[in-house]
């Protein structure tokens, strides 16, 4: 079993910046797969962007490219979502995910663990 949490959501203006953390613990890392998914009030959960164990792989839907980056510190088992030039439309709870696999997935049920989520909202 595998348990993340994460953290780091908050209030912020737009154009600002905040950077999310999910902690891993319970087992054996190697080959976990770990990403973020939102979920804006009355929409579906969507893929945000994932990044592969050795951290050299990385994707991101298009709507946060250039603005947002994932990045994994492997000895500490954690994963950040830096998130920059915030927009209103950004706002939702973020939720941490991860899967034990070579590859990232875009859909959630690709992936076996999840975070309790974190609320970040971006005011205009």
């Known amino acids: 079993q595998v348990q993340l949490v994460d953290s780091g959501g908050g209030l912020v203006q737009a154009g600002g910046s905040l950077r999310l953390s999910c902690a891993a613990s319970?087992?054996?890392?190697?080959?976990?797969?770990m990403g973020w998914f939102r979920q804006a009030p009355g929409k579906e959960r969507e893929f945000v962007a994932a990044i592969t164990w050795t951290g050299g792989g990385t994707d991101y839907t298009d709507s946060v490219k250039g603005r947002f980056i994932i990045s994994r510190d492997v000895a500490k088992n954690t994963v950040y979502l830096q998130m920059n030039n915030l927009q209103p439309e950004d706002t939702a709870v973020y939720y941490c995910?991860?899967?034990?696999?070579?590859?990232?997935?875009?859909?959630?049920?690709?992936?076996?663990?999840w975070g309790q989520g974190t609320q970040v909202t971006v005011s205009s």
């Open positions: 319970g087992r054996t890392f190697r080959g976990l797969v």
């Open positions: 995910t991860a899967r034990f696999s070579n590859f990232w997935s875009r859909k959630q049920d690709g992936y076996d663990y």
